[in-house]
């Protein structure tokens, strides 16, 4: 059954919904229901005032209104962007039909989609994989190709290691990278931009947000509510620094950060180190409750040659931040929306 409340239904059948709920006089908040990732799923309360500051600004900095691909599921916050930013610029958004090849061409105007990294990375794997077998031969480079006739590539829901942009680049994509939650109504800083109207401090290394984009609460926990938002700010997990041209970066969630033998070791930076060995196709770091260690650094890695625990190591520095354990896996689990199953891989460990 569809519904706004939590988001639910067939892309179509939400679209239609969007379209009823923009046009009234004072709808009911939309509620997004989150993955989960981390093990404790919200029910996220956004405003129509919120969601339209969120897809007018998008538009803005964009350059303006086009067709947006959906290729995302249209339940999470990022496929529903996808889908209201459309109702909003008065045009049709194109289903992904399991090949940009064919899926771009139903775009006329300005052409835009929306991607989680990991989605970006296996198209230029299987790219490479192609022209590895075939010689040079079109195959799957013809996908990128497609991405690269859009205006624009959001990448969002996760850290983009920078040599996946560039190469990405190197294709003729334009990668505007994104940071933004449900709470957030999705991206609302653009390759370390805020949006019009959005503020960004940093607070004790926490990224705190502020703006017309702003979430309402969270459904029936108020308590929560109160934590997250304080005088119009809300406390995101993340942690970040504003550098030194004034663009926010993004350092990794409070979580990623592992207390391991009284060392604090970021597991982004640990994951980035292991990720430049070309043995390496896919890499997820993270904590695991230990007796010794408190928690114990774990690699979990799909692997393109045989691994070693040892060689891993030697991967990272400091030393102090080297994984104790390596598991290895056929494919990093997902969530429906992309991101890193996270529960999962901590069963696996």
């Given at each position: 059954?569809?519904?706004?409340?939590?988001?639910?239904?067939?892309?179509?059948?939400?679209?239609?919904?969007?379209?009823?709920?923009?046009?009234?006089?004072?709808?009911?908040p939309l509620v997004i229901?989150?993955?989960?990732?981390?093990?404790?799923?919200?029910?996220?309360?956004?405003?129509?005032?919120?969601?339209?500051?969120?897809?007018?600004?998008?538009?803005?900095?964009?350059?303006?209104?086009g067709q947006w691909v959906?290729?995302?599921?249209?339940?999470?916050?990022?496929?529903?962007?996808?889908?209201?930013?459309?109702?909003?610029?008065?045009?049709?958004?194109?289903?992904?039909?399991?090949?940009?090849?064919?899926?771009?061409?139903?775009?006329?105007?300005?052409?835009?989609?929306?991607?989680?990294?990991?989605?970006?990375?296996?198209?230029?794997?299987?790219?490479?994989?192609?022209?590895?077998?075939?010689?040079?031969?079109?195959?799957?480079?013809?996908?990128?190709?497609?991405?690269?006739?859009?205006d624009a590539v959001l990448?969002?829901?996760?850290?983009?290691?920078?040599?996946?942009?560039?190469?990405?680049?190197?294709?003729?994509?334009?990668?505007?990278?994104?940071?933004?939650?449900?709470?957030?109504?999705?991206?609302?800083?653009?390759?370390?931009?805020?949006?019009?109207?959005?503020?960004?401090?940093?607070?004790?290394?926490?990224?705190?947000?502020?703006?017309?984009?702003?979430?309402?609460?969270?459904?029936?926990?108020?308590?929560?509510?109160?934590?997250?938002?304080?005088?119009?700010?809300?406390?995101?997990?993340?942690?970040?620094?504003?550098?030194?041209?004034?663009?926010?970066?993004?350092?990794?969630?409070?979580?990623?950060?592992?207390?391991?033998?009284?060392?604090?070791?970021?597991?982004?930076?640990?994951?980035?180190?292991?990720?430049?060995?070309?043995?390496?196709?896919?890499?997820?770091?993270?904590?695991?409750?230990?007796?010794?260690?408190?928690?114990?650094?774990?690699?979990?890695?799909?692997?393109?040659?045989?691994?070693?625990?040892?060689?891993?190591?030697?991967?990272?520095?400091?030393?102090?931040?080297?994984?104790?354990?390596?598991?290895?896996?056929?494919?990093?689990?997902?969530?429906?929306?992309?991101?890193?199953?996270?529960?999962?891989?901590?069963?696996?460990?």
């Amino acid at each position: 059954m569809s519904s706004l409340r939590p988001v639910s239904g067939t892309p179509g059948e939400i679209l239609a919904l969007l379209r009823e709920w923009d046009a009234a006089a004072d709808p009911e908040p939309l509620v997004i229901a989150t993955s989960g990732s981390t093990g404790r799923p919200k029910q996220v309360v956004l405003s129509r005032a919120a969601m339209r500051a969120s897809a007018l600004a998008t538009q803005e900095r964009l350059g303006g209104a086009g067709q947006w691909v959906l290729n995302l599921p249209p339940t999470y916050v990022a496929g529903v962007q996808v889908l209201y930013r459309s109702v909003v610029a008065g045009t049709e958004p194109v289903l992904f039909d399991g090949s940009f090849e064919s899926t771009t061409h139903a775009t006329s105007g300005r052409g835009y989609v929306s991607l989680v990294p990991t989605q970006l990375i296996r198209l230029l794997r299987d790219s490479r994989d192609t022209r590895d077998r075939r010689n040079g031969s079109h195959g799957s480079q013809g996908e990128l190709d497609a991405l690269a006739e859009l205006d624009a590539v959001l990448v969002g829901g996760g850290p983009l290691d920078p040599a996946v942009r560039s190469e990405a680049e190197q294709q003729g994509i334009r990668v505007v990278q994104t940071y933004g939650m449900s709470e957030t109504c999705g991206g609302c800083v653009y390759d370390g931009r805020p949006l019009d109207g959005v503020e960004v401090r940093i607070e004790e290394g926490q990224v705190l947000l502020r703006g017309p984009m702003l979430f309402d609460g969270y459904l029936g926990e108020p308590a929560r509510t109160q934590r997250a938002l304080d005088d119009g700010w809300f406390h995101t997990d993340d942690l970040g620094e504003i550098a030194d041209d004034g663009r926010l970066r993004v350092l990794g969630r409070g979580d990623d950060v592992i207390i391991s033998g009284g060392v604090k070791v970021p597991a982004p930076a640990v994951a980035a180190a292991i990720s430049a060995d070309p043995a390496v196709r896919a890499v997820e770091v993270l904590g695991v409750p230990d007796e010794e260690w408190g928690e114990r650094v774990v690699a979990f890695v799909t692997p393109n040659h045989p691994l070693t625990l040892a060689g891993l190591r030697d991967l990272v520095e400091p030393r102090a931040w080297a994984p104790h354990q390596l598991v290895l896996v056929e494919e990093i689990p997902l969530l429906t929306n992309g991101k890193p199953d996270r529960v999962r891989l901590l069963e696996l460990a």
